[in-house]
């Protein structure tokens, strides 16, 4: 039988309707906007898609939207400050710096200088640790998407194995902790891993964040499992031009799986959907 698609695109607007409900409540009952700020340093192609992305979103459910692009050589002292100066300011309540940043510039140390209450990435050291001790906190984008459409598909978790391919700090560790936090039995696989095939045969649900176009076969597909596919890999079309893929071989797991997500259609709009919902909780956090 083929996997029901799981629809992020649909999935994705619900939740961006419930925080237009929510700016619109902050706005007419408190006369507070939330506000975030996107900081691009360069100009990756790729970064500037998501960057463009985000801001007309942001502005569509009705929050203040601000973009600092900053040049490739910028000096880290200089985007330091910035941070400090977007940490102070009370009308923005999410800060998110675009990632990868360029190689002269310490990512770990300009993301542990945001405000860990304005960091709606979730990737400052402070939310990694309530995280991983099941403590209230930011909890990064897209994982909280995989999660919620995954609690969306099968209520509970509980004590279902998953396999999460991949060990990024952005996606596969805390993807890991989620899922450990639903009480499912939690495998992190990666590069080393060795008979990759057989890891993800056991599960019942799979978490490929890898980054390899199309690198996970139906063959490894345990029947009925679940796919959640956050991979976004363009290559070449046989016949001219190119096309989006994930990590995973889609046709081929669609086959064998019970359910799965589409790239695109899937993972990446439910991240974005996500972003503008913890910048919502930061600012109600903000104003008590
Ligand atoms: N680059 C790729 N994904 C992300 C993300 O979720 N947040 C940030 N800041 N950069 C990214």
Redesign the pocket.
Known sequence: MAATVIDGKAFAARVRGQVATHVAALKNDHGITPGLAVVLVGEDPA?QV?VRSKGKMTLEVGMKSVEHKLDVDTAEADLLALIQKLNNDPEIHGI?????LPDHLDEDLVINSIDPAKDV?G?HISNVGLLGTGQDSMV???PLGCLMMLRDHHGSLSGMDAVVIGRSN??GKPMAQLLLGDSCTVTIAHSRTKDLPDVVRRADIVVAAVGRAQMVPGGWIKPGATVIDVGINRIDRPEGGTRLVGDVDYDSCAKVAGAITPVPGGVGPM?IAC?LANTVTACCRANG
């Open positions: 970064s998501y998110l710096v675009q990632l990868p990435d990737f990064p984008c897209t952005i996606v991240t972003l």
